[in-house]
């Protein structure tokens, strides 16, 4: 689905986690990491256990420069990914955050 189909279900006020998440991937994807970064922070929120959108937060705030930011929405992933058993994602985003040590 299109950016602009999400963005015009969200105008709807059809608003959740699921949705934001399309939003803030289409929009990491089209390399707009500020407005993934916001998108991927609303679904957080909506649902603070949704391992794939912490480690996509955490993608787009390192894309944005703010290392800090992607480091501690790496480490919420990482418990998140554990709390429900989510092995790969809890690999894949400790990896993120060697990587992001490495470049320190």
């Not at 950016?3 to 934001?20: F, S, V, Y």
């Not at 649902?47 to 944005?64: H, I, N, V």
Request: hydrophobic residues 40%; contains cysteine; aromatic residues 6%.
């Amino acid at each position: 689905m299109s950016t602009e189909a999400l963005e015009k279900m969200l105008a709807k006020g059809m608003d959740n986690a699921l949705l934001r998440f399309g939003l803030g991937k289409a929009h990491l994807d089209g390399g707009n990491a500020t407005q993934a970064a916001e998108h991927l922070q609303r679904c957080v929120e909506f649902d603070p256990t949704y391992s794939a959108a912490w480690k996509l937060l955490g993608k787009a705030l390192q894309a944005e420069g703010d290392h800090d930011g992607a480091r501690q929405a790496w480490q919420q992933g990482i418990a998140a990914a554990q709390a429900k058993g989510d092995k790969q994602a809890e690999k894949e985003m400790t990896v993120f955050l060697r990587k992001l040590d490495k470049q320190r």
